[in-house]
């Protein structure tokens, strides 16, 4: 019995340990400091409080969210704290088209 688990074992390791990994890219770029991210974060849930007081938390939420994640997909926290102020306003709003979301109007 020994025997044939130990046989089955050989032949799954080199059936699936030879396999070709493959390599893919990460979603985010990880060299952004923790507590920088989370300033950023707190940042814009502060900004949306007095900009749009009255938009729901949940949705302030995703937005930052989104905000962060788009941030850190397309650029490294070197490149972000390179950026012009030209390309600081080009960039958020480029973020605010791609996450900010408007609740659908109730109809009356």
């Given at each position: 019995?020994?025997?044939?688990?130990l046989?089955?074992?050989?032949i799954l390791?080199?059936t699936?340990?030879?396999?070709?990994?493959?390599?893919?890219?990460?979603?985010?770029?990880?060299?952004?400091?923790?507590?920088?991210?989370?300033?950023?974060?707190?940042?814009?849930v502060t900004?949306?409080?007095?900009?749009a007081?009255?938009?729901?938390?949940?949705?302030?939420?995703?937005?930052?969210?989104?905000?962060?994640?788009?941030?850190?997909?397309a650029?490294?926290?070197e490149?972000?704290n390179?950026?012009?102020?030209?390309?600081?306003?080009?960039?958020?709003?480029?973020?605010?088209?791609?996450c900010?979301?408007?609740?659908?109007?109730?109809?009356?």
């Open positions: 019995m020994n025997l044939k688990i046989i089955l074992s050989v390791f080199l699936f340990g030879c396999q070709q990994t493959i390599q893919t890219k990460p979603k985010f770029h990880g060299d952004y400091p923790a507590a920088e991210m989370r300033g950023m974060w707190a940042f814009c900004n949306f409080k007095l900009k007081p009255y938009t729901p938390p949940f949705l302030v939420a995703q937005m930052c969210d989104c905000y962060l994640d788009q941030m850190r997909m650029h490294s926290h490149h972000i390179k950026l012009n102020d030209n390309e600081t306003r080009e960039m958020g709003m480029r973020l605010i088209r791609t900010n979301v408007y609740p659908e109007a109730k109809s009356t």
